[in-house]
């Protein structure tokens, strides 16, 4: 960045000399004879014998005077540099966690701007490469027969604010696997409700599309597919217990019926998160999940 002003450079010091006149103290004028100021500029310029040579032992031909040549614009720049790399990747956050098949899943993400808290990052599943012919073997049995594979997805979220007193957040999250040639678009809608006592009801409303596309095989065109899914959810929570009752249900394009399901969360302390559901699906089927979490921020 320049910067520039109606002075100028080359006005910069007398501007500098003007300030520190202005703000130098008043003193009593005193007047020097001028026989004297001849006296005293005399015996200054002329070195007494006594004063120590400190150039003596210093060779004035060998200095390297190209020390002093230093671009101003130079030196912000590399400040500036010195000051990114130290805080840290420019912002970026990286996260990795090591599966039992010796992947790791890496996840990376970075705030782009605060308003509507606007984030963008990828989600990537990095395999390792056998260097052996036991690693290999391992991996495949590890793996169900085969190698893992790497893959990753894009994806973009932000979270505005809701419309008066219809819905109190908006969330949007767009996700992209060009492996999978899969995407996705969707955006929920948030009310929460205060209850009698210590109660709180949070209504969510879902709406997401997802589409899915075919590589093209010999004799056979490539085709797109998409799918339409809406989800609607209710959660109380009771007060300082950390329970919460969660009943829900979603309908998509590719089932012809709700889907219901119900559920509890509960917290526990230092982060730790316990929840189990219950639900219905396309089959006909009941499917049932207990799982627990563990977050901490520092």
Excluded: C
Aim: hydrophobic fraction near 40%; avoid cysteine; charge should be negative.
């Amino acid at each position: 960045m320049e910067l520039r002003t109606g002075f100028g450079w080359a006005r910069l010091p007398l501007l500098a000399a003007a300030l520190l006149f202005a703000a130098a103290p008043e003193a009593p004028a005193q007047t020097v004879p001028a026989a004297q100021a001849d006296d005293e500029t005399e015996a200054a310029a002329v070195p007494d014998a006594s004063d120590p040579d400190i150039l003596g032992d210093i060779d004035v031909d060998k200095l390297d005077w190209s020390q002093l040549n230093t671009d101003a614009d130079e030196t912000l720049a590399a400040k500036t540099r010195a000051g990114k790399s130290a805080s840290g990747n420019d912002g970026l956050n990286w996260s990795s966690n090591t599966r039992a098949n010796g992947s790791s899943a890496v996840t990376v993400k970075q705030s782009v701007t605060p308003f509507w808290d606007t984030r963008i990052g990828a989600d990537m599943t990095v395999a390792p490469e056998p260097t052996t012919m036991s690693e290999l073997l391992a991996q495949k049995a590890a793996n169900g027969g085969s190698l893992p594979q790497s893959s990753g997805s894009a994806w973009a979220a932000a979270t505005a604010p809701g419309a008066g007193a219809i819905w109190d957040k908006t969330a949007v999250e767009a996700r992209i696997d060009p492996g999978a040639e899969s995407s996705k678009l969707g955006a929920s809608l948030t009310k929460s409700l205060p209850l009698s006592g210590d109660y709180s009801l949070t209504l969510q409303n879902g709406y997401s599309v997802f589409q899915q596309g075919t590589a093209p095989i010999p004799g056979v065109a490539g085709r797109i597919t998409r799918n339409y899914e809406t989800d609607q959810t209710a959660k109380v929570t009771i007060g300082d217990t950390g329970t919460s009752l969660i009943a829900g249900q979603s309908l998509s394009t590719a089932d012809d019926r709700w889907l219901r399901k119900l559920g509890a969360e509960q917290k526990l302390t230092d982060g730790v998160t316990i929840s189990g559901s219950i639900g219905e699906t396309a089959q006909g089927a009941t499917s049932k999940s207990l799982t627990a979490g563990f977050k901490k921020s520092w």
